[in-house]
């Protein structure tokens, strides 16, 4: 009997040997992206718009879009090789990501330039939070993180993870949240109004949380799945959530001082993704970053803000 339960246990331990084996070959493999190859005049067009940042951080956003066909998602090796090479000239101190499902990972966390860190993309089992949040540990350190999944919603992607950060430079303290709200879907605006209605006032708890235990100024990042409320917004653009978020927060589009855009898509566009602000930081630069080279990147631009705290 004895002798059975070693050899049983010896099995196990080698079958959880191979599994993890199995896993780090596939993350391996998922995030080799050393074959693929830039578009031709990617790198120069990026430097060419690259500025750097004048003020003490540079908080960006970023929906990446799944690699999923069923979403529309196309393979993420090549778009994460000019997604890395964003962050390399760019350097953003913080980046909220959402849609970050696993090949992604696989090739931005297996390639991220040096001092970027990753914050709780993990979860129980095999699957991903797909909404994560990335910063340079060169310029940061890192005092107190955590995420937690909406009471309504899918809460692989429908989450908030929050991080509280010290500017190395100046010492001073600030945080950041990102999200990703759900999006009314045709014949269920009435149902997914509520939800959104239930998320939008719990990363709002979250965010005044912040603000008063740290005493710092509170940034929120995200794909918020509605827009400004303009005469062009349509029902389905649900602008009472983002007025909800206008009127408790500031929106550091419209604070900055200095107004950055490409071609593709202009300046008062409506937009899903913002970058919200709690506090009396300057704005001194925004960047809506539509241009062509990065239009297949995914099916939203990546945002910015440099800020002065």
């Avoid at 400004?228 to 419209?254: G, H, M, Q, R």
């Amino acid at each position: 009997m004895k002798k059975r339960l070693t050899i049983f246990f010896v099995i196990i331990i080698l079958l959880l040997l191979a599994a993890a084996a199995v896993l780090i070959f596939i993350y391996n493999d998922r995030g080799n992206i050393s074959e693929i190859r830039l578009p031709k005049n990617f790198e120069t067009e990026l430097a060419d718009d690259a500025f750097e940042n004048t003020g003490d951080i540079r908080i960006m956003s970023s929906n990446l879009l799944v690699d999923y066909q069923s979403w529309g998602g196309t393979p993420a090796k090549p778009r994460a090789k000019k997604y890395l090479a964003l962050i390399d000239a760019y350097k953003p101190d913080v980046i909220g990501v959402q849609e970050f499902c696993e090949n992604w990972y696989c090739a931005v966390n297996h390639n991220l330039p040096d001092g970027y860190k990753l914050i709780n993309p993990l979860t129980t089992g095999l699957l991903l939070r797909m909404t994560a949040m990335i910063y340079n540990s060169d310029t940061l350190n890192l005092i107190e993180s955590d995420t937690f999944s909406y009471e309504m919603g899918d809460p692989r992607l429908r989450r908030v993870v929050w991080a509280v950060f010290e500017d190395k430079k100046t010492g001073k303290r600030f945080a950041v949240t990102n999200t990703h709200l759900d999006l009314l879907r045709e014949g269920q605006y009435e149902e997914l109004t509520n939800v959104m209605r239930s998320q939008r006032d719990e990363i709002l708890n979250c965010i005044e949380e912040l603000s008063e235990r740290f005493d710092c100024p509170v940034f929120s990042t995200g794909d918020y799945n509605t827009a400004e409320n303009t005469p062009y917004a349509k029902t389905a653009d649900i602008p009472e959530i983002y007025n909800s978020f206008a009127d408790k927060l500031v929106d550091t589009k419209f604070v900055s001082k200095n107004q950055v855009c490409g071609s593709e898509r202009n300046w008062l566009s409506l937009s899903y993704d913002h970058i919200f602000m709690k506090g009396n930081s300057e704005i001194n630069s925004f960047c809506l970053m539509s241009y062509d080279y990065l239009t297949d990147m995914s099916d939203h631009y990546t945002i910015f803000a440099d800020v002065v705290l």
